[in-house]
């Protein structure tokens, strides 16, 4: 059944929505004109696809919405649509992200900016639907550009960046946004949808330029290519990640100026470390009950105890963490993942951090935690204890090799 | 590498047809040498597979006195300098192109300064070397007598070949491989055949060898060289330019994989357009009057023409190493016929009027045992 294309709307002011962190991305897909995207139903990401048909059926939105087999096509039909100039949004979580994996690879290898979503979500077995960041973690090495949101309206914000980003001649990267299951997929909030042309005004029309694949632009992709090519072919992608950090740094500024939001930093969201001698640092919807703890643990204890938020973890940050941490005494890096035996059997992000610091005269001590897994909340005494443990390690207290800790884990 | 230390030894082989010869050399040479008590390893060149019909492709055997001199050529695609190159098939002297950007290398190009090209071949020595690039130091060709061993994927032409090449390295190379040894590996691979030795032994003694000096051999093959772009000025998103419309492949002219190439009598040519359809490469350029003429840079000799076409001796396929160049010859028969026939009854050996007969009594250079395509060559 057709369905009627309403002009599009021409709100000239911003307006509220109580919206889940799927709806604020599909209001994005709306705002961003896509052209195609592609789904097959996973939970949390399916939030987004039942989102989107919404907004289709209900003459809202004009995009060649594809429901594919499997993640595997999923994947591969944005990847190609995109190479022939379609702006794309795609997206799953967990195991489904795991099925497309291949065609995750290649879209980055092949530097087409296709923008997914990754809810991310528990690798079964066993079946569970909460979150856990190992899906969007695993393809941290290929190429994708992975940032973390914490609200809806992040989900939102981030989303036209990603566009913004990715699109970028400079970058031509794919982005994949990680979204907390449960608790920021499947929540409203209230949510601020900018005018469309506002977003207009961010987001220019994508242009793929002599990339495109047209009968009047006869190019031929992803050839076979061997040990003669395929270095220079990486170094490429090296340094499209490495302009990405600018690239960031740019639209950041504008989406600033245009949106009026979006914080001091494109990279790191601080809170209240001005005077902190001791911080955590996470990604994603943790950082909320972090701050409860925060507040809390000032006005109990006068604890001088502050947040650092990592909003891109690809690419990685490494200046601004790097000038944010070594300001404190100790950082507590929480890991909503899991590394099975990597060093010090620490999480990814763990591991991560303490390499940024390695090469500082001066620098915090870095305690681990794994916490969260599978969705499980942190609850206060939780956040209690990762700050106690914290404090003790800036003061020295820190048994030797214990620089990992399980929390909230039952014995 | 020392020499008397290590010694390398590459196939140069038609891809598909001869890889198990290839394969079969290699290994014969270090387990040749193993029973002098040296070390070495045996291995194909991994961008070679998946191979192509005829285009050229490389094997090497690297026999070393012990296993630390012989990692000096291991985790390595080819050595970039060997003792010994083989080619099984003499028209691969005209110049090995094994993929695009590779360009057309002197068959030499690897071969060390005195070191040694052996070459199966019916032909003398010096029919060899005027189609071999010019060379740029010395080294010796031997011909080991016999004409090129072909067979398919699946099966393997038993015709000693393996054996000869053999007896000829012991000729060359005593002190890594003894006659004796080299017998005695053979006769083991032959799972007891005692004609094996006898082939071993008449490699050994039948080997001709024609000491080549600087500046011997011809300079007229084309030159074919590309530099390869860094990572700032390739296109990004792993992006090649397609071809347009009527262009060829500047990087990949693939003419190295003719074994024999197709001459066509115009004279008897009935337009029917069978060649031009089944071409597989798109090789036939429709002429002004409407006859099929190949374009010989992208002919990869297959033979496909020669068998579809209708007409008796219209399209004939001609032993490669009688041609010194690439060019088309339509242009001669629209100026001057007599001239295009008497060329095309000297190269095909069959007469340009069929009223007229054959144009000698035996056809000189079709050989359809060198063609792998034809009923009497391949798999049989």
């Given amino acids: 059944m057709a369905v009627e294309v309403k002009p599009k709307e021409t709100s000239e002011v911003e307006t509220e929505q109580l919206a889940t962190g799927c709806e604020a991305i599909a209001e994005a897909i709306r705002l961003a004109d896509v052209d195609v995207m592609a789904a097959y139903p996973i939970r949390p990401y399916d939030g987004v696809m039942q989102a989107a048909a919404k907004l289709i059926a209900n003459g809202k939105m004009d995009v060649e919405y594809i429901v594919a087999d499997g993640e595997h096509s999923q994947f591969e039909i944005v990847k190609h649509a995109c190479a022939v100039g379609a702006r794309v949004f795609v997206g799953s979580s967990g195991v489904g992200w795991f099925y497309a994996f291949e065609a995750i690879a290649v879209t980055a290898g092949l530097r087409l900016p296709v923008v997914a979503i990754c809810g991310n979500r528990a690798l079964d077995d066993p079946g569970a639907f909460g979150t856990e960041h190992n899906d969007s973690l695993a393809v941290r090495d290929l190429g994708w550009l992975l940032p973390w949101a914490e609200t809806a309206q992040e989900a939102l914000d981030l989303a036209l960046m990603a566009w913004r980003v990715a699109e970028d001649k400079r970058v031509s990267l794919p982005v994949a946004i990680g979204l907390d299951g449960a608790f920021l997929t499947h929540s409203q909030h209230i949510v601020k949808i900018p005018t469309q042309a506002a977003v207009d005004k961010f987001l220019p029309k994508f242009d793929l330029g002599d990339r495109l694949l047209h009968p009047d632009n006869p190019i031929t992709i992803a050839p076979q290519v061997d040990q003669d090519w395929l270095m220079e072919i990486r170094r490429q992608n090296d340094a499209a990640m490495r302009s990405a950090l600018g690239v960031i740094r740019e639209a950041h500024a504008d989406f600033k100026r245009i949106f009026g939001r979006g914080g001091d930093s494109p990279f790191l969201d601080e809170y209240m470390t001005d005077d902190a001698e001791v911080v955590v640092i996470g990604q994603g919807t943790l950082s909320l009950p972090m701050k409860v703890a925060i507040r809390r643990l000032r006005k109990e204890q006068g604890l001088r105890i502050g947040l650092v938020r990592l909003k891109w973890f690809r690419p990685f940050p490494t200046e601004e963490v790097v000038k944010s941490l070594r300001r404190f005494k100790a950082v507590g890096v929480i890991d909503r993942d899991y590394s099975f035996g990597s060093p010090y059997y620490g999480g990814v992000l763990y591991n991560e951090i303490r390499s940024a610091l390695y090469s500082q005269a001066k620098r915090p001590v870095i305690v681990g935690f794994i916490a969260g897994l599978g969705g499980r909340e942190i609850e206060q005494p939780m956040a209690t204890e990762i700050f106690e443990k914290t404090m003790a390690a800036a003061k020295g207290d820190l048994a030797a090799g214990d620089t990992c800790h399980w929390i909230g884990v039952r014995e | ?380």
Wanted: glycine share 8%; net charge negative.
């Fill in chain 2, 1 to 380: 590498m020392a020499e008397d230390r290590s010694v390398s030894i590459e196939v140069v082989y038609r891809g598909i047809f001869q890889k198990t010869l290839a394969q079969r050399i290699c290994r014969s040479v270090v387990l040749a040498a193993r029973k002098k008590g040296h070390t070495g390893t045996a291995f194909a060149r991994y961008g070679d597979s998946p191979e192509r019909n005829g285009v050229p492709a490389k094997q090497f055997a690297v026999v070393a006195a012990d296993e630390l001199e012989l990692e000096a050529s291991m985790a390595k695609y080819e050595p970039s300098v060997v003792d010994v190159s083989i080619a099984v098939d003499d028209t691969l002297v005209k110049g090995v192109e094994s993929w695009a950007w590779y360009g057309r290398q002197p068959i030499w190009k690897p071969v060390r300064a005195n070191g040694w090209l052996l070459v199966t071949s019916d032909k003398k020595p010096d029919e060899v070397l005027a189609q071999t690039d010019t060379a740029e130091r010395p080294y010796t060709l031997g011909i080991v007598p016999g004409g090129a061993s072909f067979a398919g994927l699946w099966v393997y032409k038993d015709d000693h070949t393996d054996f000869r090449v053999l007896g000829a390295l012991a000729k060359i190379l005593p002190q890594w491989i003894a006659l004796d040894d080299a017998k005695a590996a053979s006769l083991e691979l032959a799972k007891g055949d005692r004609s094996a030795v006898a082939s071993v032994q008449y490699g050994y003694d039948s080997t001709t060898m024609r000491p080549v000096k600087a500046g011997e051999g011809t300079s007229g093959h084309e030159v074919l060289q590309f530099k390869k772009p860094g990572w700032t000025t390739m296109r990004p998103g792993i992006i090649v330019e397609a071809r347009k419309p009527g262009e060829r492949n500047p990087y990949y002219k693939k003419y190295g994989a003719r074994t024999m190439r197709p001459v066509v009598n115009f004279d008897t040519c009935i337009k029917c357009t069978m060649c031009w359809l089944d071409c597989p490469d798109e090789c036939f350029e429709v002429t002004p009057e409407g006859h099929y003429e190949v374009v010989y840079e992208a002919c990869i000799g297959c033979g496909i023409c020669a068998q579809v076409c209708p007409v008796k001796d219209c399209i004939v396929m001609v032993d490669e190493l009688k041609f010194t160049d690439n060019k088309d010859k339509w242009q001669l028969w629209k100026q001057d016929r007599p001239t295009y026939n008497a060329w095309f009854e000297d190269m095909s050996g069959v007469s340009a009027d069929p009223k007229r007969g054959a144009a000698g009594s035996v056809p000189p250079n079709a050989n359809p045992a060198a063609n792998p395509t034809t009923s009497a060559g391949g798999d049989e």
